[in-house]
DNA sequence: GTCTATATGTAGATAGAC
DNA sequence: GTCTATCTACATATAGAC
């Protein structure tokens, strides 16, 4: 209920949002974003219960930036075509923290797959909300295999990610980005 | 020079690359591979100065192993083109167990990549190794930008993989396995 | 070569003063 | 709400007996 503790909590979760994407969840411990808050690590179970409650958070502030993105390529678009397109751009406005780290979404899932737990489900809602919002605009333009299209649409990406990163190659996703794009237009002009 | 020491040697490397795949290579421990093997964490240094060693040591029988696949996929099958077919199949060969955790490379390769060491130049050997197979496949067939369609088949299968662990789908690796195939016969045949 | 005991650091989590 | 001190567990790594 308080206004101050709230601000502290945020700011909790944008570091450990920057912590994990840059270090791995397993690999950022409560030292490191008290490091990078000021904030005192016994201060943190003020907000949070465990470290997962924290991914958890980090989770739900990913897929809220996530959506003002696909807002924006709604807004900033006209048709369906013209947005998938927009979307696909994040690989080139986000290529040198792709090339350091890899997909947030991506490199999460694949950390938290390696752990028993149920974590991994939790970074699962974000590829969800990808996969609904590429289908919708798939199917705005009429195609019947729309979910189909929109996995095969997020697995190149993915697969342009992980090859960047693994080889530093900031070319190699320029050349990528625009073979999406071209194949984006073979599926949806006509 | 011992022979009971490099037995035992490659019992430790070989638990420790079962264990860095299926659980990660930060979250497994010394403990871990002792329990998986019998031999005491203590007696690990006797074999490897450091953990990164283990790892060094995983990797190089990897990439062994990864030899021995694609020596395999020569001896099987005539042509280049039916050698990347034939590489292919380990989409589905594999199948649980990329479902369960990914590509052993791909994951390995975006886990290395968020510490800040020089560990993931490591892990990126085994990418270069099937890079510059598949490009010889790839000129053995005449096309001139080998290279490029060697990265574009290893993104695509990364890509899968990355999806098809996120979403724990296996008719998904199936359908892209066939996608992948044509793809082959579309740049190949002719 | 093999194993036990242990050193040293740090992880996540808790208790309780203020 | 905020912070310090601390608990317990476990990590990598070392020392040294056998």
Redesign the interface.
Same mark, same amino acid.
């Given at each position: 209920m308080g206004t101050k503790g709230e601000g502290n909590r945020q700011r909790i979760v944008d570091a450990a949002d920057s912590l994990f994407y *840059? *270090?791995?969840y397993? /690999?950022t411990s409560f030292q490191d974003i008290s490091d990078a808050t000021g904030i005192p690590r016994g201060n943190f179970y003020y907000y949070f219960k465990t470290k997962d409650e924290i991914l958890e958070a980090v989770v739900s502030s990913r897929i809220t930036d996530l959506s003002t993105m696909l807002a924006r390529c709604e807004s900033e678009a006209e048709g369906a075509r013209e947005r998938l397109l927009l979307f696909t751009d994040m690989l080139e406005v986000n290529r040198d923290d792709v090339i350091? =780290?890899?997909c947030p979404i991506?490199?999460l899932? =694949? !950390?938290l797959?390696?752990?028993e737990s149920t974590l991994?489900e939790k970074?699962?809602q974000a590829?969800i909300l990808l996969r609904h919002w590429l289908k919708d605009q798939f199917s705005a333009l009429g195609l019947e295999n729309a979910d189909?299209l929109s996995?095969?649409l997020?697995?190149?990406? /993915?697969?342009?990610t992980?090859?960047a990163?693994?080889?530093k190659d900031v070319d190699?996703i320029k *050349?990528?980005h625009i !073979?999406i794009k071209d194949w984006i237009n073979s599926k949806t002009l006509n």
């Amino acid at each position: 209920m308080g206004t101050k503790g709230e601000g502290n909590r945020q700011r909790i979760v944008d570091a450990a949002d920057s912590l994990f994407y *840059r *270090r791995g969840y397993n /690999q950022t411990s409560f030292q490191d974003i008290s490091d990078a808050t000021g904030i005192p690590r016994g201060n943190f179970y003020y907000y949070f219960k465990t470290k997962d409650e924290i991914l958890e958070a980090v989770v739900s502030s990913r897929i809220t930036d996530l959506s003002t993105m696909l807002a924006r390529c709604e807004s900033e678009a006209e048709g369906a075509r013209e947005r998938l397109l927009l979307f696909t751009d994040m690989l080139e406005v986000n290529r040198d923290d792709v090339i350091k =780290s890899g997909c947030p979404i991506g490199t999460l899932s =694949s !950390e938290l797959a390696k752990d028993e737990s149920t974590l991994q489900e939790k970074s699962r809602q974000a590829f969800i909300l990808l996969r609904h919002w590429l289908k919708d605009q798939f199917s705005a333009l009429g195609l019947e295999n729309a979910d189909d299209l929109s996995v095969d649409l997020l697995a190149k990406m /993915q697969g342009v990610t992980v090859m960047a990163c693994a080889f530093k190659d900031v070319d190699y996703i320029k *050349r990528s980005h625009i !073979e999406i794009k071209d194949w984006i237009n073979s599926k949806t002009l006509n």
